[in-house]
């Protein structure tokens, strides 16, 4: 099975950038989607990017604009790239897929450890 393992997280000022990366154990390739989502303080994990095998991509409205999600499957990594950041992007950051089964949305993978992005001003 693919293990998943976030990296480049970290303290950002305000309208400052970060690149994070998460990086399989396995070949991606086969995975259809894979998917950023974070979790905030007090609050469940929520999706924030999306990645198809075929490039395809959607964000959530907070984030659109100024993050980028893509994937290299020669590498099978994801990666994140975030703009313009701000204090309420302050999450701990996870990768894993984006799979639609009858309840909804689920995914396949153990969650990793994350990594931590905290924007402080």
């Known amino acids: 099975q693919v293990q998943l393992v976030e990296s480049g997280g970290g303290l950002v000022q305000p309208g400052g950038s970060l690149t994070l990366s998460c990086a399989a154990s396995?070949?991606?390739?086969?995975?259809?989607?894979m998917g950023w989502y974070l979790q905030a303080p007090g609050k469940q994990r929520e999706l924030v990017a999306v990645i198809s095998n075929g490039g395809s991509t959607n964000y959530v409205d907070s984030v659109k604009g100024r993050f980028t999600i893509s994937r290299d499957g020669a590498k099978n990594t994801v990666y994140l790239q975030m703009n313009s950041l701000k204090s309420e992007d302050t999450a701990v950051y996870y990768c894993?897929?984006?799979?639609?089964?009858?309840?909804?949305?689920?995914?396949?993978?153990?969650w990793g450890q994350g990594t931590q992005v905290t924007v402080s001003s």
């Open positions: 894993n897929d984006r799979q639609w089964v009858s309840m909804g949305w689920s995914t396949s993978y153990p």
């Open positions: 396995g070949s991606i390739g086969s995975i259809y989607r």
